[in-house]
């Protein structure tokens, strides 16, 4: 089966501009999250899709950063502005709605602002 | 979720058995034990799971000690390509699938 597809691969901008990052997880898993992975450091949750609903963004900066699902398939990540502290790698990873099982994880997006 | 303690690296041999440990002293009986591993500017990728007994797949072994306290990954044969960084993690079974990366264990296998 596909895995976890995201575009871009890697992306450099300048602080206080917008970057957007997309991610169209494996057919039929309605579980969709996104993870920021600092260099040197695990990767941490930033927010987590059931379909089109919002499980979990409680780690989400909500003042610059944002999400959406739509149509309970492929996903946005949003960040506007940003700043320097953003420069990471942006995972996107999906699950199977129930039960116990792993979740598959895309290749993810560096970014880097300068 | 309960937290987990792993030795920041550690090196092993090509073709020997590499054995990496975990404590999670904190475990609730009803947290599972994970484990992830990442190739180097890969996602993580799933490797095996277990609640109480121990479990064995194509890729590795886990020991899961009896107080469930401590566990260990066993690569029973490891290559250059198990080069990565090992995630053990605890987390509750059901549908909210929210995995807490800790730092991991850096694994360099050594020709």
């Known amino acids: 089966e596909a895995g976890v597809a995201q575009s871009p691969r890697y992306k450099i901008i300048e602080k206080r501009q917008s970057v957007a990052f997309w991610c169209n997880p494996i057919?039929?898993?309605?579980?969709l999250y996104w993870y920021q992975q600092i260099l040197g450091q695990g990767p941490k949750l930033l927010i987590q899709?059931?379909?089109?609903?919002?499980?979990?963004d409680s780690q989400l900066p909500k003042d610059r950063f944002s999400a959406e699902r739509l149509k309970g398939v492929d996903s946005t990540l949003k960040i506007q502005p940003a700043k320097l502290e953003d420069s990471a790698v942006y995972l996107c990873?999906?699950?199977?709605?129930?039960?116990?099982?792993?979740?598959?994880f895309g290749q993810g997006t560096r970014l880097t602002v300068v | 979720d309960a937290k987990t303690t792993q030795p920041p690296s550690m090196d092993c041999a090509e073709g020997r058995a590499a054995n990496l440990p975990c404590n999670h002293s904190?475990?609730?009986?009803?947290?599972?034990v994970y484990w992830y591993r990442q190739i180097h500017s890969q996602g993580p990728q799933y490797i095996i799971h277990?609640?109480?007994n121990n479990e064995t797949n194509e890729m590795a072994s886990l020991i899961i000690t009896e107080d469930r306290k401590s566990s260990t990954l066993i690569l029973p044969h490891a290559t250059l390509r198990d080069t990565a960084v090992y995630y053990c993690?605890?987390?509750?079974?059901?549908?909210?699938?929210?995995?807490?990366f800790g730092a991991g264990t850096t694994v360099t296998v050594r020709a």
């Open positions: 990873a999906s699950s199977r709605l129930l039960g116990n099982t792993e979740a598959f």
């Open positions: 057919s039929g898993h309605a579980t």
């Open positions: 899709f059931q379909n089109n609903g919002v499980v979990d």
């Open positions: 904190t475990i609730s009986g009803n947290e599972y």
């Open positions: 277990g609640l109480k």
């Open positions: 993690i605890v987390r509750v079974a059901g549908n909210d699938y929210k995995l807490s």
